[in-house]
T-cell receptor
Framework: KQEVTQIPAALSVPEGENLVLNCSFTDSAIYNLQWFRQDPGKGLTSLLLIQSSQREQTSGRLNASLDKSSGRSTLYIAASQPGDSATYLCAPLEDGANSKLTFGKGITLSVRP | NAGVMQNPRHLVRRRGQEARLRCSPMKGHSHVYWYRQLPEEGLKFMVYLQKENIIDESGMPKERFSAEFPKEGPSILRIQQVVRGDSAAYFC???????????FGDGTRLSIL
Protein backbone atom coordinates (compact mmCIF):
# COMPACT_ATOMS: atom_id res chain seq x y z
CA LYS A 1 0.00 0.00 0.00
CA GLN A 2 1.42 3.35 -1.08
CA GLU A 3 2.14 5.88 1.67
CA VAL A 4 3.18 9.46 1.02
CA THR A 5 4.96 11.64 3.55
CA GLN A 6 5.52 15.37 3.35
CA ILE A 7 7.61 17.05 6.00
CA PRO A 8 7.38 19.62 7.53
CA ALA A 9 3.64 20.09 7.78
CA ALA A 10 4.01 23.88 7.71
CA LEU A 11 6.64 26.34 6.58
CA SER A 12 6.89 30.13 6.91
CA VAL A 13 9.49 32.09 4.97
CA PRO A 14 10.14 35.72 3.99
CA GLU A 15 9.42 36.82 0.46
CA GLY A 16 12.21 36.21 -2.05
CA GLU A 17 13.55 32.99 -0.56
CA ASN A 18 14.16 29.90 -2.66
CA LEU A 19 12.34 26.87 -1.25
CA VAL A 20 12.55 23.12 -1.45
CA LEU A 21 9.47 21.06 -0.53
CA ASN A 22 10.10 17.37 0.01
CA CYS A 23 7.92 14.36 -0.69
CA SER A 24 8.67 10.70 -0.05
CA PHE A 25 6.67 7.63 -1.07
CA THR A 26 7.00 3.98 -0.11
CA ASP A 27 6.14 2.15 -3.35
CA SER A 28 8.39 2.99 -6.29
CA ALA A 29 6.08 1.26 -8.80
CA ILE A 30 4.57 4.51 -9.99
CA TYR A 31 3.55 5.71 -13.43
CA ASN A 32 3.96 9.41 -12.73
CA LEU A 33 3.84 11.95 -9.92
CA GLN A 34 1.85 15.17 -9.76
CA TRP A 35 2.41 18.23 -7.59
CA PHE A 36 -0.69 20.21 -6.72
CA ARG A 37 -1.48 23.45 -4.99
CA GLN A 38 -4.58 23.85 -2.80
CA ASP A 39 -5.84 27.22 -1.65
CA PRO A 40 -8.17 27.40 1.40
CA GLY A 41 -11.69 26.32 0.52
CA LYS A 42 -10.70 25.51 -3.04
CA GLY A 43 -9.92 22.51 -5.15
CA LEU A 44 -6.53 21.37 -6.35
CA THR A 45 -4.57 23.06 -9.10
CA SER A 46 -2.10 20.85 -10.92
CA LEU A 47 1.35 22.43 -10.99
CA LEU A 48 3.64 19.85 -12.54
CA LEU A 49 3.51 16.23 -13.65
CA ILE A 50 6.65 14.11 -13.91
CA GLN A 51 6.57 10.82 -15.78
CA SER A 52 8.38 7.93 -14.08
CA SER A 53 10.97 7.98 -16.87
CA GLN A 54 11.77 11.65 -16.30
CA ARG A 55 14.08 13.25 -13.74
CA GLU A 56 12.55 16.72 -13.62
CA GLN A 57 9.99 19.15 -14.98
CA THR A 58 10.01 22.93 -14.97
CA SER A 59 7.27 25.53 -15.21
CA GLY A 60 8.17 29.15 -14.59
CA ARG A 61 9.57 29.51 -11.08
CA LEU A 62 8.73 25.89 -10.25
CA ASN A 63 10.94 22.88 -10.76
CA ALA A 64 10.03 19.36 -9.69
CA SER A 65 12.45 16.45 -9.56
CA LEU A 66 11.82 12.75 -9.18
CA ASP A 67 14.06 9.96 -7.91
CA LYS A 68 11.79 6.99 -8.38
CA SER A 69 14.17 4.35 -7.05
CA SER A 70 14.62 6.11 -3.72
CA GLY A 71 10.97 7.16 -3.49
CA ARG A 72 11.57 10.90 -3.39
CA SER A 73 10.38 14.00 -5.17
CA THR A 74 11.13 17.64 -4.51
CA LEU A 75 9.38 20.83 -5.57
CA TYR A 76 11.69 23.81 -5.88
CA ILE A 77 10.14 27.28 -5.78
CA ALA A 78 12.43 30.11 -6.83
CA ALA A 79 12.09 33.67 -5.53
CA SER A 80 8.99 32.98 -3.44
CA GLN A 81 6.14 35.49 -3.41
CA PRO A 82 3.20 36.03 -0.99
CA GLY A 83 0.91 34.66 -3.72
CA ASP A 84 2.69 31.32 -3.40
CA SER A 85 1.11 30.87 0.05
CA ALA A 86 -0.97 27.69 -0.14
CA THR A 87 -0.84 24.00 0.69
CA TYR A 88 1.33 21.94 -1.64
CA LEU A 89 0.50 18.29 -2.21
CA CYS A 90 2.40 15.57 -4.00
CA ALA A 91 0.60 12.53 -5.39
CA PRO A 92 2.17 9.53 -7.11
CA LEU A 93 -0.01 7.59 -9.55
CA GLU A 94 0.00 3.80 -9.16
CA ASP A 95 1.48 1.86 -12.04
CA GLY A 96 -1.05 -0.69 -13.20
CA ALA A 97 -4.69 -1.06 -14.05
CA ASN A 98 -5.95 1.67 -11.77
CA SER A 99 -5.44 5.41 -11.82
CA LYS A 100 -5.36 5.98 -8.12
CA LEU A 101 -3.54 9.04 -6.82
CA THR A 102 -2.21 8.73 -3.26
CA PHE A 103 -1.82 12.03 -1.45
CA GLY A 104 0.33 13.19 1.39
CA LYS A 105 -1.11 15.59 3.96
CA GLY A 106 0.64 18.46 2.26
CA ILE A 107 2.94 21.28 3.27
CA THR A 108 1.24 24.55 4.19
CA LEU A 109 3.47 27.36 2.97
CA SER A 110 3.23 30.94 4.16
CA VAL A 111 5.36 33.56 2.40
CA ARG A 112 5.64 36.76 4.45
CA PRO A 113 5.84 40.10 2.57
CA ASN B 1 -12.94 25.49 -21.82
CA ALA B 2 -14.76 24.96 -18.55
CA GLY B 3 -13.00 23.01 -15.84
CA VAL B 4 -14.42 20.24 -13.70
CA MET B 5 -17.74 21.46 -12.29
CA GLN B 6 -19.04 20.21 -8.98
CA ASN B 7 -22.34 21.07 -7.38
CA PRO B 8 -23.49 21.97 -4.94
CA ARG B 9 -20.48 23.74 -3.42
CA HIS B 10 -21.93 23.34 0.04
CA LEU B 11 -24.49 20.79 1.18
CA VAL B 12 -26.08 20.48 4.59
CA ARG B 13 -27.96 17.34 5.57
CA ARG B 14 -29.43 15.96 8.77
CA ARG B 15 -28.44 12.54 10.01
CA GLY B 16 -30.33 9.83 8.13
CA GLN B 17 -30.93 11.87 4.98
CA GLU B 18 -29.43 11.23 1.55
CA ALA B 19 -26.71 13.33 -0.05
CA ARG B 20 -26.21 13.49 -3.82
CA LEU B 21 -23.05 15.12 -5.14
CA ARG B 22 -22.66 15.90 -8.83
CA CYS B 23 -19.59 16.19 -11.01
CA SER B 24 -19.38 17.26 -14.65
CA PRO B 25 -15.96 16.41 -16.06
CA MET B 26 -13.97 18.62 -18.37
CA LYS B 27 -15.00 18.47 -22.02
CA GLY B 28 -13.42 15.47 -23.69
CA HIS B 29 -12.70 13.67 -20.41
CA SER B 30 -14.29 10.27 -19.96
CA HIS B 31 -12.51 9.24 -16.75
CA VAL B 32 -13.82 10.47 -13.39
CA TYR B 33 -12.40 10.04 -9.90
CA TRP B 34 -13.86 10.86 -6.49
CA TYR B 35 -11.71 11.70 -3.47
CA ARG B 36 -12.65 12.59 0.10
CA GLN B 37 -10.82 14.99 2.39
CA LEU B 38 -11.70 14.59 6.04
CA PRO B 39 -10.83 17.41 8.48
CA GLU B 40 -7.08 17.44 9.22
CA GLU B 41 -6.52 14.52 6.82
CA GLY B 42 -5.14 14.17 3.33
CA LEU B 43 -7.25 13.38 0.30
CA LYS B 44 -8.22 9.73 0.04
CA PHE B 45 -9.21 7.97 -3.16
CA MET B 46 -12.76 6.64 -3.22
CA VAL B 47 -13.72 5.48 -6.71
CA TYR B 48 -12.66 5.59 -10.36
CA LEU B 49 -15.26 5.47 -13.12
CA GLN B 50 -15.25 5.49 -16.86
CA LYS B 51 -18.47 6.08 -18.77
CA GLU B 52 -21.06 3.60 -17.45
CA ASN B 53 -18.39 1.50 -15.71
CA ILE B 54 -16.87 1.40 -12.25
CA ILE B 55 -13.18 0.63 -12.72
CA ASP B 56 -11.98 0.72 -9.10
CA GLU B 57 -14.09 1.26 -5.98
CA SER B 58 -11.53 0.05 -3.48
CA GLY B 59 -11.72 3.30 -1.50
CA MET B 60 -15.50 3.36 -1.12
CA PRO B 61 -17.04 2.44 2.23
CA LYS B 62 -18.84 -0.87 1.87
CA GLU B 63 -22.23 0.47 2.90
CA ARG B 64 -24.31 3.57 2.12
CA PHE B 65 -21.97 4.91 -0.60
CA SER B 66 -22.45 4.47 -4.33
CA ALA B 67 -21.24 6.17 -7.49
CA GLU B 68 -22.29 6.24 -11.10
CA PHE B 69 -21.21 7.88 -14.33
CA PRO B 70 -24.04 7.41 -16.84
CA LYS B 71 -23.74 7.65 -20.60
CA GLU B 72 -25.43 11.04 -20.46
CA GLY B 73 -25.11 13.54 -17.63
CA PRO B 74 -22.80 14.08 -14.68
CA SER B 75 -21.20 11.59 -12.36
CA ILE B 76 -23.11 11.21 -9.10
CA LEU B 77 -21.74 10.25 -5.69
CA ARG B 78 -24.61 9.17 -3.48
CA ILE B 79 -24.48 8.77 0.28
CA GLN B 80 -27.51 7.22 1.93
CA GLN B 81 -28.47 7.62 5.59
CA VAL B 82 -25.71 10.10 6.28
CA VAL B 83 -23.91 10.16 9.63
CA ARG B 84 -21.79 12.88 11.27
CA GLY B 85 -18.60 11.12 10.19
CA ASP B 86 -19.52 11.72 6.53
CA SER B 87 -18.83 15.45 7.00
CA ALA B 88 -15.96 16.20 4.65
CA ALA B 89 -14.96 17.85 1.40
CA TYR B 90 -15.62 15.61 -1.60
CA PHE B 91 -13.54 16.28 -4.67
CA CYS B 92 -14.07 15.08 -8.20
CA UNK B 93 -11.31 14.89 -10.80
CA UNK B 94 -11.37 14.01 -14.48
CA UNK B 95 -8.83 13.01 -17.10
CA UNK B 96 -8.90 12.21 -20.82
CA UNK B 97 -7.22 8.88 -20.26
CA UNK B 98 -6.22 6.46 -17.54
CA UNK B 99 -2.69 7.74 -16.97
CA UNK B 100 -3.24 11.34 -17.95
CA UNK B 101 -3.12 14.30 -15.52
CA UNK B 102 -6.16 14.55 -13.30
CA UNK B 103 -7.90 17.92 -13.10
CA PHE B 104 -9.87 18.71 -9.97
CA GLY B 105 -13.09 20.55 -9.25
CA ASP B 106 -13.53 22.93 -6.31
CA GLY B 107 -15.24 20.26 -4.24
CA THR B 108 -18.51 19.86 -2.35
CA ARG B 109 -18.35 20.57 1.35
CA LEU B 110 -20.81 18.26 3.08
CA SER B 111 -21.93 19.09 6.61
CA ILE B 112 -24.08 16.73 8.64
CA LEU B 113 -26.19 18.21 11.44
Amino acid sequence: KQEVTQIPAALSVPEGENLVLNCSFTDSAIYNLQWFRQDPGKGLTSLLLIQSSQREQTSGRLNASLDKSSGRSTLYIAASQPGDSATYLCAPLEDGANSKLTFGKGITLSVRP
Amino acid sequence: NAGVMQNPRHLVRRRGQEARLRCSPMKGHSHVYWYRQLPEEGLKFMVYLQKENIIDESGMPKERFSAEFPKEGPSILRIQQVVRGDSAAYFCASSPGREQPQHFGDGTRLSIL
